[in-house]
């Protein structure tokens, strides 16, 4: 059964069709709007262009006819997509062409047939909501590629860090390969490190305030990661990073934020443990058990990410064929539909194929810090 919210806009200068094609429209259990001329058509449709769900016009009618009034309804940014069918007593080939020329969804001609006016309304209608299913189909088909793209992405990143500080000597080097990953990722970070010399502070763009470095070192005995205002903090043994410019409101974008920098964080403690690990030998072992530890979390959540992504495309590409067997479209439309779809899965897929050289890399890591620290 249609909704009760779905409201069409019926136009006529002639009253008594114009209660015909109303009657014809509410039996489907719509909602009509009436109006007898296209200025009082435009100014209900500018009063609620949300609210209405298509518009049933006459095509004579004086001072604005239907033509001009599908017109200056298709030059209007939020109706231009509005079905919009005429309704008309001449018949000939250069009306109904001239009816669609002007951006015209259907044509009915006169004498007026109440079911035949129902029927092709309740069809428009029902077409247009699974087209915004597709739609919207699509659209999320199109951020879960994104998304698999910039994970892998940001596991990449994470990748570049370690290689790129594996022969940091200090706390300053490891902070200018931090702030080259968090500066891609238009974040403005704060970094500060404990060790047993003392508590050492690196901001990404300009010099640690007192107030951050104090919030920090506070901070210190919350949780892994702590939230406050439009700030983060991430803690770990030895160090604290301090998000200035988290994008707590925008949840789609903390969270995506959050997985990258904890992934991130993982890396940094492999460094830190080492760089700490040279001052104190004795601790050799539970550093090299950190240190895999983290790699572990990082290899995980790569396979976590790959498994979660690609269930996601599956089950998109299930709910696309379900929307498109009752959707009236040509078979090569239907294969137009599916190569895109199937288009955005193998080039998930060749991402995460060429993100298969983490796992590589981790085991080349692994193997070193077991020769270093042996």
Known sequence: MPESTTTILVVDDDKDILELIAVSIESLGYTVVKANNGNEALVKLSDAPDQINAVVSDVMMPEMDGYE??????????????PFIFVSSKTSLEEIIKGYGVGGTDYITKPIEAFNVASKVKYIIENRIKHQELSSLLDDSRNVAMQAMTYTNSLGQVLQFMKSSAQAKSFEEISTYLFEVTSSLGLSVVMQYHSPEGIENYKQDGKTSPLEANVIEMARTKQRIFDFKMRTIFNYDDFSLLILNMP???????????????????????????????????????????????????????????????????????????????????????????????????????????????????????????????
């Open 69 to 82: 009034l599908c017109t200056q309804v298709r030059s209007e940014p939020q109706l231009k997509e509005i």
């Open 248 to 374: 707590i409101n925008d949840q789609e974008k903390y969270g995506l934020m959050k997985d990258i920098l904890g992934n991130l964080c993982d890396a940094i403690e492999v460094r830190v443990k080492l760089l700490l690990s040279d001052v104190q030998v004795k601790h050799k072992d539970e550093t090299l058990q950190t240190v895999d530890q983290a790699l572990n979390r990082i290899d995980q959540s790569y396979r976590d990410i790959q498994q979660v992504n690609m269930s996601l495309i599956d089950e998109m590409i299930s709910h696309i064929e379900d929307v498109m067997l009752g959707f009236g479209l040509s078979e090569g439309q239907e294969d137009t539909m599916r190569g895109i779809v199937m288009y955005m899965k193998r080039k998930t897929q060749e991402v995460f194929t060429d993100g298969e050289v983490l796992y590589e890399e981790f085991d080349t890591i692994r193997a070193s810090l077991k020769d270093g620290l042996g």
